[in-house]
């Protein structure tokens, strides 16, 4: 019973894969969880009430109140009372109600008040899951920290096909089982990690950076924080936002405001992260006063920063574990086994400018993972939330 005495509020609504809400809450029930149901008026229309309770053994939740007794449903009491909400399938309607805290009607205002992990698998046509609204809509859900089941592709209620599918119930039920096995494997760990690029100052408006944006090394410290490891972020400037209690967030902005911050912090950690794109040089001055425009070329000296990773890997005891990043453009596993050599890394993790979808700023990456003795696991293009599951399930553990 992999899922015994774990509370599920399973949210149904107005989608054709609402029927796979059937299936969902038996599944859920034969791995012993305890469900309750939570629909949408438009829900409704998909699939009865009854099938749902009859399944569940609880009445379905859809109004505020029971219209014959003035019962009061209380979406506070839901909240408190789960260890997991699940919102199979989730509308494009939904979604950005979510997104917007648009708490009309029972299944929003439940979400709102959570307590527990939320787990979203939209179901909507193809073109409306690529609009650039949904898309944002489900970034927002990611940065509360909710877990997208991606939606498969194939053959769609409007016989379109595409990307759009609600994930099959098996296939849900093993990413709550996964996400419960998991939830306290890091428990009692001490984890840095490093995310963003540095800007290193010309004057007192001009910086030179990179175009790192935080959202592979965000989605680090999230994933790490939910199996339970108190985690440490070490932040260059973005504007990524994280919420979680496990996370405490320090903010630099140059490469030595971030080296002091690691220096610092890594003798208490278990593990250190380095995922930030921490600028290599910097200006040998800085001007105080905005630089003028000039007829002369304007020579700017580097001089070069510290190295993190190097740093840490000098001073690192048996007992830690530090893991490093390479971003490359050309030779990509020489020059990724030459920095695990050279930083005395425990993993390096590659990813490539070559490979679409992959590195800065996008939602995505695709990456491999060597360790010391030159073995290499590569891994598809997914999510930088799935990307950043992979490299703790193989090197944190
Ligand atoms: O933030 P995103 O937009 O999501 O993009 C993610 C990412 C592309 C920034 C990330 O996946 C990544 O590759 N980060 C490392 C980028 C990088 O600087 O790689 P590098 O090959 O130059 O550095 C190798 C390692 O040394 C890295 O772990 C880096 O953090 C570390 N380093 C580098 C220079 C330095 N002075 N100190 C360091 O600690």
Redesign the pocket.
Same mark, same amino acid.
């Given at each position: 019973m992999t899922l015994k005495d774990k509370h599920i509020v399973l949210g149904v609504t107005g989608s054709i894969a609402a029927y796979k809400a059937a299936s969902l809450a038996r599944l859920l029930i034969k791995a012993g969880a305890e469900v309750q149901i939570v629909i949408t008026p438009s829900g409704k229309e998909f699939i009865t009430p009854v099938t749902l309770s009859a399944l569940t053994g609880k009445p379905v939740v859809s109004e505020f109140f029971t219209a014959n007794d003035g019962t009061w449903h209380s979406h506070v009491d839901l909240g408190q009372w789960a260890d997991l909400m699940l919102i199979a399938p989730a509308t494009a309607a939904t979604v950005g109600k979510m997104a917007n805290g648009i708490a009309d009607n029972m299944l929003i205002t439940t979400y709102l008040s959570m307590k527990a992990p939320v787990m979203v698998a939209p179901a909507m046509d193809l073109d409306m899951f690529a609009h650039p609204s949904t898309a944002r809509n489900l970034d927002l859900l990611r940065s509360y920290g909710n877990i997208i089941i991606e939606p498969a592709a194939g053959e769609l209620a409007s016989h379109l096909i595409g990307k759009g599918r609600m994930e099959e119930p098996e296939k849900i039920l093993s990413v709550v089982e996964d996400f419960f096995r998991k939830q306290e494997s890091l428990s009692k760990k001490k984890i840095l990690i490093? $995310? =963003?690029p540095t800007f290193e100052k010309i004057d007192p408006v001009r910086f030179i950076g990179n175009?790192?944006?935080?959202?592979?090394?965000f989605a680090l410290a999230e994933e790490c924080a939910r199996r339970g490891a108190e985690v440490t972020l070490i932040a260059g400037p973005v504007s990524m936002k994280i919420n979680h209690p496990n996370i405490t967030r320090i903010d630099v902005e140059s #490469?030595e405001e971030m080296y002091n911050a690691s220096m610092k912090a890594f003798p208490d950690m278990n593990t250190a992260i380095?995922? $930030? #794109?921490? $600028?290599?040089f910097r200006p040998s001055r800085q001007y105080t006063e905005k630089v003028k425009r000039g007829e002369d070329i304007l020579n700017i000296d580097l001089v070069p %920063? /510290?190295?993190? +990773? +190097?740093s840490l890997g000098k001073i690192k005891k048996s007992n830690q574990r530090l893991i490093? &990043? #390479?971003?490359?453009t050309n030779d990509e596993q020489t020059n990724a086994l030459k920095?695990i050599v050279k /930083?005395n890394l425990d993993y390096i993790?590659l %990813?490539s400018l070559n490979d679409p979808g992959a =590195? &800065? /700023?996008y939602d995505t %990456?695709k990456i491999s993972i060597l360790n010391r003795n030159g073995e290499k696991k590569d891994y598809a293009l997914k999510s930088?939330q799935e990307v950043a599951s992979d490299i703790i399930d193989e090197t944190v553990g």
């Amino acid at each position: 019973m992999t899922l015994k005495d774990k509370h599920i509020v399973l949210g149904v609504t107005g989608s054709i894969a609402a029927y796979k809400a059937a299936s969902l809450a038996r599944l859920l029930i034969k791995a012993g969880a305890e469900v309750q149901i939570v629909i949408t008026p438009s829900g409704k229309e998909f699939i009865t009430p009854v099938t749902l309770s009859a399944l569940t053994g609880k009445p379905v939740v859809s109004e505020f109140f029971t219209a014959n007794d003035g019962t009061w449903h209380s979406h506070v009491d839901l909240g408190q009372w789960a260890d997991l909400m699940l919102i199979a399938p989730a509308t494009a309607a939904t979604v950005g109600k979510m997104a917007n805290g648009i708490a009309d009607n029972m299944l929003i205002t439940t979400y709102l008040s959570m307590k527990a992990p939320v787990m979203v698998a939209p179901a909507m046509d193809l073109d409306m899951f690529a609009h650039p609204s949904t898309a944002r809509n489900l970034d927002l859900l990611r940065s509360y920290g909710n877990i997208i089941i991606e939606p498969a592709a194939g053959e769609l209620a409007s016989h379109l096909i595409g990307k759009g599918r609600m994930e099959e119930p098996e296939k849900i039920l093993s990413v709550v089982e996964d996400f419960f096995r998991k939830q306290e494997s890091l428990s009692k760990k001490k984890i840095l990690i490093t $995310a =963003g690029p540095t800007f290193e100052k010309i004057d007192p408006v001009r910086f030179i950076g990179n175009y790192s944006s935080g959202k592979m090394g965000f989605a680090l410290a999230e994933e790490c924080a939910r199996r339970g490891a108190e985690v440490t972020l070490i932040a260059g400037p973005v504007s990524m936002k994280i919420n979680h209690p496990n996370i405490t967030r320090i903010d630099v902005e140059s #490469a030595e405001e971030m080296y002091n911050a690691s220096m610092k912090a890594f003798p208490d950690m278990n593990t250190a992260i380095l995922c $930030a #794109a921490v $600028a290599d040089f910097r200006p040998s001055r800085q001007y105080t006063e905005k630089v003028k425009r000039g007829e002369d070329i304007l020579n700017i000296d580097l001089v070069p %920063n /510290k190295d993190i +990773a +190097a740093s840490l890997g000098k001073i690192k005891k048996s007992n830690q574990r530090l893991i490093g &990043f #390479a971003l490359e453009t050309n030779d990509e596993q020489t020059n990724a086994l030459k920095k695990i050599v050279k /930083k005395n890394l425990d993993y390096i993790v590659l %990813n490539s400018l070559n490979d679409p979808g992959a =590195g &800065f /700023k996008y939602d995505t %990456n695709k990456i491999s993972i060597l360790n010391r003795n030159g073995e290499k696991k590569d891994y598809a293009l997914k999510s930088k939330q799935e990307v950043a599951s992979d490299i703790i399930d193989e090197t944190v553990g």
